[in-house]
């Protein structure tokens, strides 16, 4: 455990990357934190979601998302501590954002797609000690198949500049909270 500090922080990447690779890394990660050797690693990570997270995964026939499980052991700073890619830290940052968020199931299909929101979902699952849902990612795929049926050229010229963006997002939300029933004549009908 004390050689941990002499190894580079890419180094500790790569294999944390490996591990969290695996069909199931919940073993060796309980061994790590038993040890300390998770403590090292990623200060304040708990591994308690690990085994549902990938009890969940198999639930839902998705692949193990290494990035996911990363974010399901949250800890201290785990982008810079592991010098993840630009790419892997924004995919960490969006995970943990999401985890705690409000957003329903199509929303997050809708924003983020079809695999990030499955895969926010197994996070939220595996959390929040939540039961598998099959219906949550039915919903994130029809979010991702959904396109606001309004565009910028439809306010204009009523709404300009910041207030046209401001109008826009308000249709969007309304859209959303209607779980995208409401047509382009529907969210129009107010301007």
């Known amino acids: 455990v004390e050689g941990i500090v002499t190894l580079s922080a890419e180094r500790i990447g790569a294999e944390m990357r490996k591990l969290l690779s695996v069909a199931d890394p919940a073993p060796a990660l309980a061994a790590m934190a038993q040890t300390g050797a998770l403590m090292h690693v990623l200060p304040g990570a708990a591994t308690q979601a690990i085994a549902p997270l990938v009890h ?3 639930l839902a026939g998705v692949a193990p ?31 943990a954002a999401e985890i705690g968020g409000t957003s329903g199931a199509g929303e997050l299909g809708y924003r983020h797609g079809t695999e990030a929101g499955a895969q926010i979902i197994l996070l939220r699952m595996a959390l929040l000690e939540q039961p598998f849902d099959q219906t949550l990612f039915d919903k994130v795929a029809f979010g991702a198949r959904q396109t606001l049926p309004v565009r910028a050229q439809d306010l204009m010229p009523r709404f300009q500049g910041a207030a046209l963006g401001a109008r826009l997002e308000v249709l969007e939300r309304r859209w959303i909270v209607a779980d995208f029933a409401l047509d382009r004549a529907a969210l129009l009908g107010d301007d």
Do not use: P
């Not at 052991?73 to 982008?79: Q, V, Y």
């Open 56 to 58: 969940l995964e198999g």
């Open 65 to 95: 998302d290494w990035i996911a499980r990363l974010a399901a052991l949250g800890g201290e700073a785990g982008a810079d501590r592991l010098r993840l890619s630009k790419k892997d830290a924004q995919r960490l940052g969006l995970y």
